[in-house]
């Protein structure tokens, strides 16, 4: 995973790791781009996601992913991100969560101190960082961006939906990488 990561981000400039009681360890790595700064997760793809409501867990078969999240640099003290995103990143063991594309994913208080966001939206995979593929049985690691949203913003995709709040970030030229960002105007 850490080899994908470089080849398309480069070299981290910094790395954090968190275990929570019952899991495995979440890193979380840093990879400063210009004037972007990208967090990225190692860890959630060491076991596959399984269906809560599955009787028995499969060890090999199922969804494998890390997430990614990039912000503009030097705006917002978004280094305190390696928690929040090392939190949601072991969702899937604790909560048993299948964390994919169009899911919001919330940690119930702000991503960095004074951000405007709790929650993230999860965006389709294959833009950043290729999947990673593994030998069968075992499904590909996908590596989902996470889309930074506000309360009101999280309110209205759960009634409009996930590709609806991207089309109005996109038609009102939402800059989601701003962590200084308000609230897309959803009237």
Do not use: C
């Amino acid at each position: 995973m850490e080899a994908r990561l470089r080849t398309a981000f480069g070299e981290p400039d910094a790395r954090a790791a968190v275990t929570f009681l019952g899991t495995d360890r979440i890193e979380v790595l840093r990879f400063a781009e210009g004037d972007l700064v990208r967090y990225a997760t190692l860890g959630m793809s060491a076991h596959p996601m399984t269906d809560p409501t599955a009787v028995v867990a499969d060890p090999l078969r199922g969804p494998r992913a890390e997430l990614v999240l990039t912000v503009r640099a030097g705006l917002a003290p978004t280094d305190k991100l390696l928690r929040p995103l090392a939190v949601l990143a072991a969702s899937p063991m604790v909560e048993g969560l299948v964390v994919a594309p169009g899911a919001s994913l919330d940690v119930g208080e702000p991503l960095w101190e004074g951000a405007p966001f709790s929650s993230v939206l999860v965006a389709e995979p294959g833009g950043l960082v290729e999947d990673l593929v593994l030998d069968e049985p075992l499904e590909p690691v996908r590596f989902l961006p996470l889309l930074p949203m506000t309360a009101n913003e999280a309110a209205w995709k759960r009634v409009h939906g996930a590709a609806a709040l991207q089309e109005r970030w996109l038609a009102r030229g939402t800059d989601l990488r701003d962590p200084l960002r308000t609230a897309v105007a959803l009237d």
